[in-house]
Nanobody, 126 residues
């Protein structure tokens, strides 16, 4: 499995960014695509996840990003997106996408995820 994350950059507070995670090689019928972030001097933390299965998808968000971030996917492109709106300086971090077999969403620091993208830096200026 390979994950390629992109879309980070510098944005002012209140602005928006969309991160992309292109995936290949995942063959499980049920799997989870997650986004995590790590700010300088802090532990990696859960941001959002999408459980993908034959019966339908479910989404999960950290309280700190709920109502501002949206995780979605494009089947044709094998890509998962993280739309980030109303960004705040505290959202500044390196963002990672990751995947694990479904259906359980593992939050925390992401120790349950077995494949990771390379990370993309998001910087929000005040």
């Amino acid at each position: 499995v390979q994950l390629q994350a992109s879309g980070g950059g510098l944005v002012q507070a209140g602005g928006s960014l969309r991160l992309s995670c292109a995936a290949s090689g995942r063959t499980f019928s049920s799997y989870v695509m997650g986004w995590f972030r790590q700010a300088p001097g802090r532990e990696r933390e859960f941001v959002a996840a999408r459980v993908i299965s034959w019966s339908g998808d479910s989404t999960f968000y950290a309280d700190s990003v709920k109502d501002r971030f949206t995780i979605s996917r494009d089947n044709a492109k094998n890509t998962v997106y993280l739309q980030m709106n109303n960004l705040k300086p505290e959202d500044t971090a390196v963002y990672y996408c990751a995947t694990k077999p479904g259906p359980t969403v593992a939050r925390g620091t992401g120790s349950g995820y077995d494949y990771w993208g390379q990370g993309t830096l998001v910087t929000v200026s005040s």
